[in-house]
């Protein structure tokens, strides 16, 4: 991949101070990039115009050389404070952030911003899309899908290629790439040359090579990727919670490797780590 993008940053009805944000994410800690050099942008999102305000302004001084906005979480919990997806029923108020994140954030940091094509229905779409432009950013990613979608019917990228011609900013496509096919097809309908990958990259963790021509993973490469994580996870996490996420991602892993879902029952039903790894090498083997 080009870069990454952080887990979002909550910010609510205090601002996040510098020192919080780096702990949050630690690659601003290594100017913003990952121990493989891949540069990293921190992501807020928050609905209140003064925190989020005062966040941009810690953001700068905590080194972050890309900012994001997050208007496009579906999350149940996210949108009942306020946040994410919920922004798209309110122009105005989206608006007013993303313009008060402009002004905080230092000139030469670059804001982005993330949205779905809306709440409920599409009705906002273009409302939207222009408040965002209009405030000062200078590209958007688009999900091709609502809040009342979620992960449901296909993304419609026609709709993001309506976006691509009527702004000015850099229209990023995203939803339903998982392939070079579908890749193609979502540049043909939207007319895009920035895409954003998602859960495409849980379900396989090469698709940033294979999207660019490299050749495709092999199993023996996924589970060695597997085991390393598994290991990088247990300096941080104790055995439970590291098992936890390995389960989790084995679920996503499941629609593109096939001995994954024959042994996704198995996966589930270990019971610690090296139980687990044992699984890996016998189903590798």
């Not at 780096?22 to 609905?47: A, D, F, I, M, W």
């Not at 005062?54 to 404070?81: I, M, Q």
């Not at 390393?228 to 084995?250: C, M, N, V």
Request: with cysteine.
């Amino acid at each position: 991949m080009d870069y990454l993008v952080s887990e979002f940053v909550r910010v609510t009805q205090r601002r996040v101070p510098a020192q919080s944000l780096k702990r949050l994410v630690p690659e601003l800690n290594n100017h913003c990039q990952t121990p493989y050099k891949h540069p990293v942008h921190l992501q807020l999102l928050g609905s209140n115009i003064e925190t989020m305000a005062k966040t941009a302004a810690e953001a700068s001084l905590a080194g972050v050389t890309h900012l994001d906005l997050n208007f496009g979480c579906p999350a149940k919990r996210v949108n009942g404070h306020g946040g994410g997806s919920f922004m798209l029923q309110d122009p105005e108020t989206l608006y007013q952030v993303v313009k008060a994140v402009r002004e905080s954030l230092a000139s030469n940091i670059p804001l982005s911003a993330k949205m779905r094509l809306g709440y409920l229905d599409e009705d906002l779409f273009f409302e939207n899309l222009e408040a965002i432009e209009k405030a000062g950013a200078d590209t958007l990613t688009i999900h091709g899908r609502t809040k009342k979608d979620g992960y449901g019917p296909a993304a419609r990228w026609e709709k993001i290629g309506e976006a691509v011609k009527r702004s000015k900013m850099t229209i990023i496509a995203n939803g339903d790439i998982q392939n070079r096919d579908s890749l193609q097809r979502c540049i043909a309908i939207t007319g895009c040359t920035h895409f954003m990958i998602g859960r495409g990259s849980l379900s396989n963790p090469f698709i940033f090579r294979e999207l660019k021509g490299g050749k495709a993973g092999s199993l023996e490469e996924l589970f060695l990727l597997i085991n390393s994580y598994i290991d990088d996870l247990l300096e941080h996490y104790d055995d439970f919670a590291t098992l936890g996420r390995i389960k989790q991602w084995s679920a996503h892993l499941r629609r593109d490797w096939p001995v994954i879902a024959e042994n996704l029952k198995a996966i589930r039903a270990t019971q610690h780590t090296n139980d687990l790894k044992m699984l890996m090498k016998k189903l590798e083997e």
